[in-house]
């Protein structure tokens, strides 16, 4: 299976890992907007090419994986490069699914691929245990818990606060919340009940601590809402100990059954993540096999994780997953 | 959607109640070896019958949930009835899934029929996150704990030792594996260290309670290899405390990405049940759904969990699904 690549970010670099984890395919092209020549990849035998040759590419790669973002790049890239490609991204605006899922669907269709989108933990994963949850208890409550972990636009949010040199804010799930949920009380949370907002901050020299901590913690839709710890740290220790990008979360589903609805049981997926964009570019080339294997059995057109049968994003036979997996 | 139930025990009495939890389904009728007259169901709309009358009823069932067991019913009932009808069905012998998945494949596709086998939790939800876990992280460790739970088959065994009254056997993770296990140290795990045994004993008038625990905890296969304790308690608290059929378990994978695959990640799935018979059937009402749907489109033959787009158990339209669920 030959694998292509749109955009060599963080995502685009986590693909190229994880590709090299599957020895059914293989990385054949990275397309850029920068200049092809200024971008290093770790693949020798893959191409650097810019994006306006991708037409060329057309009969040389099975699945093109787009690694931009949901802002700008998707929306406009999926659409387009459908009609060439089966394609994957990670849609992640959950309100515009529905808008970029008829876009996508027009284009895969006019040129006979398939394209699956919002692929990713969530959306992606997490979507999954909801509906898979949902189906099985109908009458229950979801929660759904994010954290541990990196938020980048809350990240972003805070550099651009006056006086911020750099910083990073983790997404902190309530301890006490998950466990009222694990435990079946069915508790209604409110925002600040579920979540708590953890910030680091290096500070420009000279800058107001007090006023920035305050500026930080009313920001609205950011952080007004929630309760706000900001950590000011020295440039050192951010560079030590908050490089990374970790997060993860809980997906729970608390329901009943029994004719007297009397039996309570409880769902859960949780994922801890050491790397947001390894993990989510591990589940984008799983479902480029299963793209791929349903372009070959003459499907067309735009799918979700959820239209997907999950035998399809294994290398293994049918046979062998019946034999060691069931 | 029509549903008719073969078997009216723990199961099939859960089957007909996760039915009145889905406003799509219908129970039509239930069949039982007993005699029909002596079996008294909740819903009044539906018929007992005899399953000589089973052939008779071809037409009016769109599918039929097999409620019977995995050591002698199902072997032969599922072949048998997936050339009639659409059919669901439990089978959990994991080393035997292949052959019962050849014979049903054979008696469906002979039918025009589509029969789903092994559906439950494990196996079941637990093959299907063991499945998924592995194709997104092809390299690292998967680990399975079961409970806290009754086990069926070891309470069967303390009722057979002599001097045993009643009794019940709960299965119990080591806390402490699991957490090895989350922290992803990728323990090494023996059958002792990943689970202990907890037994629940009424004696009989006059039993030798030195003799009776001997006998529980030196017995092959089921205890002996296992850390093991005995409580024996009177039969009135055994009514009151034990008279349940809880059940659980967790499915983790721990693996890595990156091109040093130095990050780590953690997937878990955890279920935490009051009922083993009431989820399990929840499931199987699922699935049932999922298999008119495939019959609906002309699909024929066996299938399991890994082979069912997941959307095909929701009752909402694909539509809806993205919009709520993704």
């Known amino acids: 299976m030959r694998i292509g690549i749109l955009g060599y970010g963080n995502l685009g670099r986590g693909v190229e890992a ?3 984890q599957n020895p059914d395919m293989e990385l054949v092209a990275v ?33 093109l994986i787009l690694c931009g973002g949901s802002a ?10 459908a009609k060439m490609f089966n394609c994957i991204d990670s849609f992640d605006t ?18 006979g691929k398939v394209a699956i989108i919002s ?27 994010w954290g541990r972990g990196v938020s980048q636009g809350h990240s972003d949010a805070i550099r651009r606060v006056k006086g911020v040199k750099d910083g990073k804010q983790y997404t902190v799930p309530v301890e006490k919340a998950i466990q009222a949920v694990k435990n079946a009380e069915n508790p209604m949370l409110s925002t600040r009940e579920k979540h708590t907002r953890e910030c680091f901050v290096v500070l420009e020299d000279g800058a107001d601590s007090i006023q920035v901590e305050h500026d930080i913690v009313t920001m609205p839709n950011y952080f007004a ?7 000011f740290i020295s440039e050192e ?6 490089s990374g990008i970790p997060h993860g979360g809980f997906v729970l589903r608390s329901g009943v059954t029994g004719l007297n609805k009397d039996e309570k049981h409880i769902i859960e997926y949780s994922l801890k993540l050491d790397s947001n964009p390894g993990f989510t570019s591990s589940v984008l080339v799983a479902y480029a096999r299963a793209a791929f294997r349903m372009y070959k059995e003459g499907q067309t057109g735009c799918k979700t994780v959820f239209d997907v049968p999950p035998a399809y994003l294994s290398p293994k036979s049918a046979e062998e997953l019946r034999k060691t997996m069931l």
């Open 18 to 20: 994880a590709v090299r």
């Open 31 to 63: 397309f850029t907007r920068r200049n092809p020549e200024s971008v290093k990849i770790k693949t020798e035998s893959a191409k650097v090419l810019c994006v306006d040759a991708m037409e060329n590419w057309k009969d040389k790669i099975d699945v």
């Open 72 to 81: 700008t790049d998707l929306p406009v890239q999926t659409p387009k490069y």
């Open 94 to 111: 959950h309100a515009n699914i529905p808008v970029h899922f008829e876009n996508v669907d027009k284009s895969a269709k006019e040129g």
């Open 119 to 145: 692929v990713g933990w969530d959306p992606g994963l997490f979507s999954l245990n909801r509906m898979y949850a949902n189906a099985i208890l109908p009458e229950g409550n979801d929660y759904t818990f």
């Open 225 to 231: 809402d929630y309760d706000t710890t900001v950590h």
């Open 237 to 242: 220790e951010f560079k030590k100990n908050h």
